[in-house]
């Protein structure tokens, strides 16, 4: 051990990178790892710190609060370029470390260390490179209850992701748009958590994995509470996942399959009998809001029938309370969901045209920055397109190709 | 509880900052020692009501959700607060003004008078757009005054006073129309349009 403490704080790269053959030594002396910790310095000698800590996930004597202030006070004065000889055993650190503040209900202690962790990893860009620390920062985010915290990474479109620099693989990335879709729907966008589920849903895949089951389930819930029925699966969702899923999640697609048609009674019986289901899978405040979402639907309907109606009648034909139809409409124009104006005199509410303006200058503010956002997009995919011309697999296809296929005459 | 470190915030009526402070100070206070943690407990209240003059009341559930039961169980001036989102929430206007006159101590007084003016004027202007015609009761409890008092503000607004129904006929907000772009910037957008179509 004298000898993995000496190389370790070497400042020479090349013995560094030697110290990667210690990883085994490391982990069957668990008694000694904390005092090797004491000699090491967590700036200076990252890579040993990291291989030490690393070393410690398979010790289960160990204490876990102990554990985890060494692991927050490394990931908050590591060393870029010392780390990054390790990345996966970097990504394997980070990953069980948000386990183990799960495990001591401490969830919240981990978002800095891990802030700046994101940060490295993906070269001071984490709003465009993607990392497996991202899914855990997310992770945590989501056990801590500190969605505004995650939400200015997942609303930032990432696109690259760099697997040699940061070892990410395909669980990382299924599991960051999982969490995204959650942390969404949390704070109430459900549109930007569909678009998050279809990513999981739309990755290639050649088998079925459970995250894309759970991801469905979410998915079809979410739906219902936006658009009152499923929508169907985006068109490169993977055959695999098209033709399997629905087996897994039989009883998500009754649920959804009884809100067309029926009244709220009924969906509401359905969704008690498989009541127990719901709330092993934790989505049974997302039926409970999907329920509650009927009643926005069938207000919003009335208005595409009706010039004026009276509040006894919105109540009756939507099962509200008289009193409860009036503030149910009021929050309606309030959120502008629907363009309406009551009379308590008559007890009529008029029901009008949107009432938008669409020459105004705040739809040409809105339009130019949807036009700008396409602009970004076209650079992006320029250059992907550009990168994989060049790249050796595809100009081998076309060089096979063209030997293959028979060559007309010019 | 002197809070001392937000004071100029608020008196610059910069709740945005406020509320950065807060959630610095939950997410990095976690990290450090104890002492740091009683700091915390005692800014719940503000973070709060921050969240509320910012008319958040997504985040300020989720931030109920995060503080610890027995600090829940045992400060009154949060109980209060969660009161008053409990009943905004619920679009309940006479129990939040209910709850925004009990008092809270000195240290909070600022940020309710604040928010209580934010919520007036948001639901005046919610109820000129919404309503055409409103009874004086159903008024006076969305504004939180009384009858004669409604019919005086109200009337000072532009408002009809009906006397022989009890009702009162709001006139819509007209709709400020914020700066349109200035002419060179509109002429250099449609520019950069062009040329990306010819590309």
């Known amino acids: ?410 | 509880m002197a809070f001392t470190e937000i004071d100029s915030f608020v008196k610059a009526n910069d709740f945005k900052k406020v509320r950065q402070y807060c959630e610095n100070l939950e997410i990095e206070g976690r990290v450090h020692s104890k002492h740091q943690l009683d700091t915390i407990k005692s800014y719940y209240g503000i973070y709060m009501l921050t969240l509320l003059i910012e008319n958040d009341i997504v985040n300020a559930k989720l931030l109920y959700k995060r503080i610890p039961q027995d600090f829940k169980n045992s400060n009154q001036p949060l109980k209060n607060i969660w009161n008053i989102v409990k009943s905004i929430s619920q679009s309940d206007s006479t129990s939040t003004y209910k709850a925004l006159s009990e008092g809270l101590g000195d240290d909070y007084a600022p940020l309710l008078n604040t928010l209580k003016k934010l919520y007036q004027s948001r639901t005046f202007n919610l109820i000129s757009d919404a309503y055409s015609s409103i009874t004086v009761n159903d008024c006076s409890s969305f504004l939180g005054l009384s009858n004669d008092d409604t019919i005086s503000f109200t009337t000072s607004k532009g408002w009809t006073f009906d006397k022989e129904s009890n009702t009162l006929k709001p006139i819509p907000i007209p709709k400020i129309s914020s700066a349109s772009p200035s002419g060179n910037e509109q002429i250099k957008s449609l520019a950069d349009y062009v040329l990306f179509l010819e590309k």
Request: aromatic share 10%; proline share 3%.
């Open chain 1, 1 to 410: 051990m004298d000898s993995f403490v000496i190389d370790a704080q070497s400042g020479n790269f090349k013995q560094l990178k030697n110290l990667l053959k210690y990883e085994e030594a490391l982990e069957r002396q668990f008694v000694a790892l904390d005092n090797i910790l004491n000699a090491l310095d967590s700036r200076n000698h990252s890579l040993g710190y990291l291989l030490v800590l690393k070393a410690k996930i398979s010790d289960n004597g160990k204490n876990k609060l102990t554990f985890v202030d060494q692991c927050s006070h490394f990931f908050s004065t590591f060393s870029t370029d010392q780390i990054k000889l390790a990345p996966e055993q970097f990504t394997t650190l980070s990953k069980y470390y948000a386990e183990v503040l799960h495990d001591v209900k401490q969830p919240i202690k981990g978002i800095i260390p891990l802030k700046n962790a994101m940060r490295a990893l993906s070269d001071n860009k984490p709003y465009q490179v993607l990392t497996p620390i991202h899914t855990d920062l997310l992770q945590v985010c989501i056990l801590s209850k500190c969605y505004h915290v995650a939400l200015p990474i997942i609303e930032a479109n990432i696109t690259s992701i760099n697997p040699k620099e940061s070892a990410i693989g395909i669980k990382d990335i299924l599991c960051f748009f999982y969490y995204s879709g959650i942390i969404f729907t949390a704070l109430k966008k459900y549109k930007k958590a569909l678009e998050a589920y279809k990513f999981v849903l739309t990755a290639p895949a050649s088998a079925l994995s459970a995250i894309v089951v759970e991801a469905y389930k979410k998915f079809v819930v979410v739906c219902l509470i936006q658009y009152g029925s499923i929508q169907h699966f985006p068109r490169n969702t993977p055959t695999v996942v098209q033709r399997n899923i629905k087996s897994h999640c039989k009883v998500y697609m009754d649920y959804g399959f009884t809100f067309p048609n029926s009244s709220i009674s009924e969906v509401q019986q359905k969704a008690a009998s498989s009541a127990e289901l719901f709330q092993k899978d934790n989505n049974w405040g997302l039926i409970k809001t999907s329920i509650k979402s009927i009643y926005r639907r069938n207000i919003k309907k009335l208005t595409q029938t009706f010039m004026t109606l009276s509040i006894n009648d919105i109540a009756e034909k939507v099962n509200l309370p008289k009193a409860k139809a009036e503030q149910f409409v009021l929050k309606m124009i309030e959120e502008g969901e629907i363009f309406a104006t009551i009379n308590q005199k008559d007890g009529m509410v008029s029901f009008h045209e949107s009432l938008e303006d669409f020459s105004g200058s705040v739809v040409l503010e809105d339009l130019n920055r949807n036009i700008r956002n396409v602009f970004d997009l076209e650079k992006k995919i320029r250059t992907m397109d550009e990168s994989i011309s060049l790249s050796n697999q595809y100009l081998k296809k076309v060089y096979n190709e063209r030997k293959n296929s028979p060559q007309f005459d010019e």
